[in-house]
């Protein structure tokens, strides 16, 4: 085995790998079996790993020992996370880590393919005081006008958001606490918005979805702030713009019969896809019920439910990201890359490649059939020289089954 420091080693690299895997600098070394001092230098930059301690560590953390020697794109925005709490300071930093990646592999995939025209509202809001409860119900509206989806419930948010050009990931994470986070990636010109699929629940997945493009559109030139009651604004007014976008008053206040009751709450649930508790606030965000009305469902909610969990969670399935995993499908199908090569070209794992795009796992071991879309550059070249010399459009269209 040949010796000497590897050239080109990225030393953020490895802070971002220690972030992914939620590893201390003591825990890898000793993975790695050299000194906590040895990686210490390595993650300063002052030092670079020999080859061969390169390849027990690329071993360990399941990446290639290449990965380590390229570039870093510029980071995304920092993300708004709902807890700003100490205790999830590693979960954060993972997070944000998966978010990194996931631009990676975005920024490869666009070598090959155009994604959909990044199509959202513009504000340019600097100050959350700024934003008043008519801007959001403005902004929300405006929103729908863009992706034409008129005042009726949305069908599928996971799909009108990709078609509208946002990079949508949904993975577990193990961090229950964590819903989802957004940024906007700056070598993309588009943002990323990840989910947390633990919860596993289709109606809370989807408000998720809707608050993090309640970020996206509000609060891009906002800067993030560890201020409690500064952050609790930003939250309240994500959760307004993901009630006013799924819930819109000009159509959802004539279906709503009052006095309102829980069984009326179940009804518009499976009607438009939220959950009760949303529709509570969003009941009383329009004025239909006062504040001693909120506070009278909430307390029956409880007292018949329980606070965890509401009847027909597990009436509809949660929606599925489509754009990552379809388009390597496409690289797949029209020969531009064999499959055994993706997560070698991505430089990480096959699982988590499958993680982050939502393959199936295992897929990157044999190929399954999955519908494509987007659109194959026809300037675009493999490393197995393959080149599909005809631009092909493909299409979004709404599977069954996903």
């Known amino acids: 085995m040949s010796r000497g420091c590897i050239q080109g080693f990225q030393n953020g690299r490895l802070s971002q790998i220690l972030a992914a895997r939620r590893l201390s600098q003591t825990q890898l070394a000793s993975m790695v079996n050299v000194s906590a001092a040895t990686v210490s230098k390595w993650r300063a930059g002052t030092q670079a790993p ?19 020697t390229r570039l870093l794109e510029p980071k995304v925005s920092p993300p708004l996370f709902r807890s700003n709490a100490s205790a999830h300071v590693a979960a954060r930093g993972m997070l944000e880590a998966r978010m990194e990646w ?15 025209v990044l199509n959202i509202p513009s504000r340019v809001f600097t100050d959350p005081e700024e934003i008043t409860p008519k801007e959001i119900e403005i902004a ?17 948010l996971a799909l009108a958001v990709e078609g509208a050009g946002i ?4 993975e577990e994470t193990g961090i229950a606490q964590i819903e989802g986070l957004s940024a906007w990636s700056e070598v993309l010109g588009r943002p990323l918005i990840l989910l947390s699929a633990d919860k596993d629940n289709a109606y809370r997945s989807r408000f998720d979805l809707a608050h993090e493009l309640g970020h996206l559109i509000l609060h891009r030139h906002i800067k993030r702030t560890t201020d409690p009651s500064r952050h609790k604004l930003l939250e309240q007014q994500a959760h307004r713009f993901a009630g006013a976008f799924l819930l819109p008053a000009e159509l ?4 709503v019969r009052t006095p309102v009751t829980l069984d009326d709450l179940l ?42 969990s509401e009847p027909g969670d597990e009436d509809r399935p949660p929606e599925q990201p489509r754009l990552l995993r379809r388009t390597i499908d496409l690289l797949v199908s029209e020969n531009v890359m064999p499959i055994d090569a993706i997560s070698r070209h991505l430089g990480l794992s096959a699982h988590d490649v499958e993680m982050l795009v939502g393959l199936p796992i295992g897929y990157l071991l044999g190929k399954d059939n999955v519908v494509q879309l987007a659109r194959l ?20 269209r709404v599977q069954s089954k996903t």
Not at 287 to 299: H, R, T, V, Y
Not at 384 to 394: A, C, G, M, R
């Open 252 to 255: 959802f206040a004539t279906e």
């Open 102 to 116: 996931a631009q990676d592999i975005a920024v490869a995939l666009s070598e090959f393919v155009d994604f959909p």
């Open 50 to 68: 020999e080859r061969d301690a390169l390849e027990r560590l690329a071993n360990v953390v399941n990446v290639t020992p290449e990965w380590f």
């Open 267 to 308: 009804l518009l649930k499976r009607r438009w896809g939220v959950s009760a508790a949303a529709i509570t606030m969003r009941l009383h965000a329009l004025e239909i019920i006062d504040d001693d009305s909120k506070q009278a469902l909430f307390k029956r909610r409880s007292a018949r439910w329980g606070v965890k």
């Open 140 to 156: 929300a509206s405006e929103c729908r006008d863009l992706w034409r989806l008129g005042r009726a419930a949305v069908q599928d």
């Open 377 to 396: 550059r026809t300037n675009s070249t493999s490393t197995e020289e393959h080149v599909h010399q005809s631009s092909t459009v493909l299409q979004f």
């Open 167 to 170: 990079i949508l990931i949904r």
